[in-house]
């Protein structure tokens, strides 16, 4: 079954410093998500990204946090300044068609950021 | 608030016995349910979905997971469980029309004993 990768599997940074979280979605697919986990905690939606736009995102994805479709590829999440509360496992998605119903979501095995 | 609650954080069961995860949603209207399960270093992989019909849906690795309105619940069930089935395994619900934004419960951690 084709897969999601990402990259690194875990990322430690300094607080205050940007990172770039690097996912490759599977190739014909049109849509794209992120989600995150914070340790104990629920995953939760980040955003969605459809035709280099954002379509949906949640109150977590704040003025701190953009992405981006940088080439055929990838689909990357950078977080500008990163706090301590932004350590959680990242896992990106992809599908390939709209919406919910129509098609499942394949996601990475995640990325481990830790703030420190 | 739409949330998602899993009861059962950790539960242990013998290989060959049955099983039963619970959850139970809070959703202003017929949601979109979901199981997802995730083995050690893996991503989430879809089990099953529940859309509209049948309210008996069933997924893959032999599992089933039934919608029931009236208690607001899509609990998850196999038969008979396999010792690769130890994983921890995600309730979630989305909205009709959401473009991805899925809302997770915490999870339960299945053990399997031999």
């Known amino acids: 079954e084709p897969e999601v990768t990402q990259t690194p599997s875990h990322q430690v940074t300094q607080m205050g410093q940007e990172v770039i979280l690097r996912c490759v979605p599977i190739s014909n697919h049109l849509y794209f998500y992120w989600y995150r986990q914070i340790l104990g905690q629920k995953v939760e939606f980040l955003v969605s990204f459809y035709n280099n736009e954002i379509s949906e995102k949640s109150e977590i994805f704040d003025d701190q946090f953009s992405v981006e479709r940088p080439d055929g590829s990838n689909f990357t999440l950078k977080i500008r300044s990163t706090k301590l509360e932004d350590s959680a496992m990242y896992f990106c998605?992809?599908?390939?068609?709209?919406?919910?119903?129509?098609?499942?979501?394949?996601f990475g095995s995640g990325t481990q950021l830790s703030v420190l | 608030a739409q949330s998602v609650t899993q009861p059962d954080i950790h539960i242990t069961v013998s290989e060959g016995a049955s099983l039963e995860l619970r959850c139970n949603y809070s959703?202003?209207?017929?949601?979109?349910l979901f199981w997802y399960v995730q083995s050690p270093g893996q991503g989430l992989q879809l089990l099953l979905k529940?859309?509209?019909?049948?309210?008996l849906v069933q997924g893959i690795k032999g599992f089933e997971a039934e919608f029931k309105r009236s208690q607001s619940s899509f609990n998850l069930r196999k038969p008979s469980v396999h010792w690769s089935d130890a994983a921890e395994y995600f309730c979630?619900?989305?909205?009709?029309?959401?473009?991805?934004?899925?809302?997770f419960g915490k999870g339960t951690k299945l053990s399997v004993k031999p």
């Open positions: 959703y202003g209207a017929t949601p979109y």
């Open positions: 998605a992809s599908s390939g068609d709209r919406g919910l119903s129509n098609e499942k979501l394949f």
């Open positions: 979630a619900v989305g909205a009709r029309g959401s473009q991805g934004n899925l809302i």
């Open positions: 529940y859309f509209s019909g049948d309210t």
